[in-house]
């Protein structure tokens, strides 16, 4: 019995030295890789989709669930904002030749409407530094949608926005009907006026809705960074896409009472959710000299100068076809109803790019998709070439021009995510309302400016009216192709502009990572800009016609 004790111990032993050894042995690499994968990425079931988890998005900390009660106002503020861009825009362009404008007085209005955004950084810089009732955005943004508000509701209970029908003689002597204002409609300055307040309110509102914005992103976990932008911007562009269709028919149909009284109305209805936001009241303010001092060292950041120099340079380049919507109209015949209807097909397919980004192309590199939307870009504006040669492939003129401007936007949609999403990402905290404003208006006003070159190239090549109406195309072929390089050599400068949010902020670390001339060349252009912008709004004002304008 011993020695089978003795055996059986021993044999015991040996198992136990031999799964010892078994357990000892070092995993291979796949293994190890394995193991290591399975630790960072444990595997997680799928749930079914519920309409809590929509709501209310389990991957995101609740400052980031936008419509959670405290949170609501910022998605409806940028609802509103798309809402009164679509509801105003075809009322501005119709109503003042309505009352008898003229194009002078047209242009006028026009400058009015956007003046205040020249004043965005000034809005912000005033909502970091000085709170209201212990408040930085909430109070402003309230103040700023009652001041839109009561604008609109002025113009509404002081005059008479109906209108009559009027004969007239046209050009081909037969007598035809036209819409003029009754005696007490409101004078060109009065309305002027009017919307000058409203659009004050407007944008600082605007101003607060970004400023808020960029305060939740910071909070967002890497794995969904940029999903607090794309949803409100989404939220804009569909509300856009929705509004300025319907604005169009309400006009026609109805006249400008019930559009006013819209742009009246719709302001007061975010009250109530303003109400609610859910700001931290009497949080500590920076001194306005420590502000200033970390908005100069922010600037002087080559992750901020590096990717703003692309934004305003390739900005700079998206000069269009200025003769482009005259051509269709004189040389095509284009009706109103059907130039109307590629405004309505543009706005929807740009607000189709934005949802395309968002769910499809969120995590893909910057420089991959600004160099396929440029090239994607090039290819449409080169299009307008076969346009005019006449070679539509079988289709009408009308839905081969939809079709090539209807897409073109939709590849803007796709492009126009991407830099905000990067300029939220650098600003500072405790300023983000003066900084990303700061950012914004260097990208607008690149865009502005891009308007004026545009301008600029139409006396290059004989593209006036009677050319166009003779069927003198040589220089609009001429004009097309120009625009196109132009635009096309944006994708030069894409070295600039980083890959990703991480490699942003690695630009830092590299060779002239702080540079007092980047920031100083920076804000240049930012206050250039800015006093250029108020400059020809005055201007518009105060000497109507100043740029030939009859």
């Given at each position: 019995m011993?020695?089978?004790?003795d055996?059986?111990?021993?044999?015991g032993?040996?198992?136990s030295?031999?799964?010892?050894?078994?357990?000892?042995?070092?995993?291979?690499?796949?293994?190890?890789?394995?193991?290591?994968e399975?630790?960072?990425?444990?595997?997680?079931?799928e749930?079914?989709?519920n309409?809590?988890?929509?709501?209310?998005?389990?991957?995101?900390?609740?400052?980031?669930?936008?419509?959670?009660?405290?949170?609501?106002?910022?998605?409806?503020?940028?609802?509103?904002?798309?809402?009164?861009?679509?509801?105003?825009?075809?009322l501005?362009?119709?109503?003042?030749?309505?009352?008898?404008?003229?194009?002078a007085?047209?242009?006028?209005?026009?400058?009015?409407?956007?003046?205040?955004a020249?004043?965005?950084?000034?809005?912000?810089f005033?909502?970091?530094?000085?709170?209201i009732?212990?408040?930085?955005?909430?109070?402003?943004?309230?103040l700023?949608?009652?001041v839109?508000?009561?604008s609109?509701?002025?113009?509404?209970?002081?005059?008479?926005?109906?209108?009559?029908?009027?004969e007239?003689?046209?050009?081909?002597?037969?007598?035809?009907?036209?819409?003029?204002?009754?005696?007490?409609?409101?004078?060109?300055?009065?309305?002027?006026?009017q919307?000058?307040?409203?659009?004050?309110?407007?944008?600082?509102?605007?101003?607060?809705?970004?400023?808020l914005?960029?305060?939740?992103?910071?909070?967002?976990?890497?794995?969904?960074r940029?999903s607090?932008?794309?949803?409100?911007?989404?939220?804009?562009f569909?509300?856009?896409?929705?509004?300025a269709?319907?604005?169009?028919?309400?006009?026609?149909?109805?006249?400008?009472y019930?559009?006013?009284?819209?742009?009246?109305?719709?302001?007061?209805?975010?009250?109530?959710f303003?109400?609610?936001?859910?700001e931290?009241?009497?949080?500590?303010?920076?001194?306005?000299?420590e502000?200033?001092?970390?908005?100069?060292?922010?600037?002087?950041?080559?992750?901020?100068?590096?990717?703003m120099?692309?934004?305003y340079?390739?900005?700079?380049?998206?000069?269009?076809?200025?003769?482009?919507?005259?051509?269709?109209?004189?040389?095509?015949?284009?009706?109103?109803?059907?130039?109307?209807?590629?405004?309505?097909?543009?706005?929807?397919?740009?607000?189709?790019?934005?949802?395309?980004?968002?769910?499809?192309?969120?995590?893909v590199?910057?420089r991959?998709?600004?160099g396929?939307?440029?090239?994607?870009?090039a290819?449409?504006?080169?299009l307008?070439v076969?346009?005019?040669?006449?070679?539509?492939?079988?289709?009408?003129?009308?839905?081969?021009?939809?079709?090539?401007?209807?897409?073109?936007?939709?590849?803007?949609?796709?492009?126009?995510?991407?830099?905000t999403?990067?300029?939220?990402h650098?600003?500072?905290?405790?300023?983000?309302?003066a900084?990303?404003?700061?950012?914004?208006?260097?990208?607008?006003?690149?865009?502005?400016?891009?308007v004026?070159?545009s301008t600029?190239?139409?006396?290059?090549?004989?593209?006036?009216?009677?050319?166009l109406?003779?069927?003198?195309?040589?220089?609009?072929?001429?004009?097309?192709?120009?625009?196109?390089?132009i635009?096309?050599?944006?994708?030069?400068?894409?070295?600039l502009?980083?890959?990703?949010?991480?490699?942003?902020?690695?630009?830092k670390?590299r060779?002239?990572?702080?540079?007092?001339?980047?920031?100083?060349v920076?804000?240049?252009?930012?206050?250039?800009?800015?006093?250029?912008?108020?400059?020809?709004?005055?201007?518009?004002?105060?000497?109507p016609?100043?740029?030939?304008?009859s």
């Amino acid at each position: 019995m011993k020695i089978l004790e003795d055996d059986s111990s021993s044999s015991g032993k040996s198992n136990s030295r031999n799964s010892k050894e078994v357990e000892m042995q070092p995993l291979t690499l796949q293994e190890e890789e394995d193991h290591i994968e399975k630790l960072l990425y444990p595997t997680v079931e799928e749930k079914p989709w519920n309409l809590q988890d929509f709501l209310y998005p389990p991957n995101l900390p609740p400052e980031c669930q936008l419509l959670r009660l405290e949170n609501i106002a910022i998605p409806a503020c940028y609802l509103l904002v798309g809402l009164l861009q679509g509801l105003s825009g075809p009322l501005i362009n119709v109503y003042p030749l309505d009352l008898g404008a003229t194009e002078a007085q047209q242009t006028t209005l026009s400058s009015i409407k956007s003046l205040p955004a020249a004043f965005k950084l000034i809005f912000g810089f005033v909502s970091d530094n000085y709170p209201i009732c212990g408040y930085r955005r909430k109070s402003y943004m309230l103040l700023g949608w009652f001041v839109a508000s009561l604008s609109m509701a002025v113009l509404i209970f002081t005059t008479n926005l109906g209108l009559d029908k009027e004969e007239f003689i046209d050009a081909t002597g037969a007598v035809a009907t036209r819409n003029v204002g009754p005696e007490d409609a409101p004078s060109i300055p009065f309305l002027s006026l009017q919307v000058l307040f409203f659009g004050t309110g407007f944008w600082v509102a605007d101003v607060m809705g970004d400023s808020l914005v960029a305060e939740k992103a910071k909070l967002e976990p890497p794995e969904a960074r940029g999903s607090i932008q794309s949803s409100c911007y989404s939220y804009r562009f569909f509300g856009l896409m929705v509004a300025a269709p319907f604005s169009t028919g309400l006009y026609y149909k109805f006249g400008p009472y019930f559009v006013i009284f819209l742009m009246a109305v719709l302001p007061m209805t975010i009250l109530p959710f303003v109400f609610y936001l859910g700001e931290p009241r009497n949080v500590q303010v920076a001194s306005t000299r420590e502000q200033c001092t970390e908005i100069w060292n922010t600037v002087c950041s080559r992750s901020v100068w590096q990717p703003m120099a692309f934004v305003y340079i390739y900005n700079l380049l998206q000069v269009q076809n200025a003769a482009w919507r005259e051509y269709l109209r004189t040389t095509l015949g284009f009706t109103s109803e059907q130039l109307n209807l590629m405004y309505v097909a543009s706005v929807i397919l740009l607000y189709l790019g934005v949802i395309t980004y968002k769910y499809c192309m969120i995590h893909v590199s910057w420089r991959y998709v600004y160099g396929v939307c440029t090239s994607l870009n090039a290819v449409f504006s080169a299009l307008q070439v076969l346009l005019i040669m006449g070679i539509t492939f079988g289709l009408s003129d009308f839905w081969f021009a939809l079709g090539d401007d209807a897409f073109t936007e939709f590849i803007q949609g796709i492009q126009f995510l991407p830099t905000t999403i990067m300029m939220v990402h650098l600003c500072p905290v405790g300023s983000e309302g003066a900084s990303y404003a700061m950012f914004t208006t260097v990208n607008n006003s690149a865009l502005n400016l891009s308007v004026a070159l545009s301008t600029t190239l139409l006396g290059i090549w004989d593209v006036s009216k009677e050319a166009l109406e003779n069927h003198e195309l040589t220089g609009m072929i001429n004009l097309t192709y120009l625009t196109t390089a132009i635009q096309l050599s944006g994708i030069l400068f894409i070295g600039l502009l980083p890959r990703t949010r991480e490699e942003l902020f690695d630009l830092k670390q590299r060779d002239f990572g702080v540079s007092k001339i980047g920031g100083f060349v920076f804000l240049f252009i930012t206050i250039s800009s800015i006093i250029w912008a108020i400059f020809v709004g005055v201007m518009n004002v105060v000497a109507p016609g100043w740029m030939g304008e009859s």
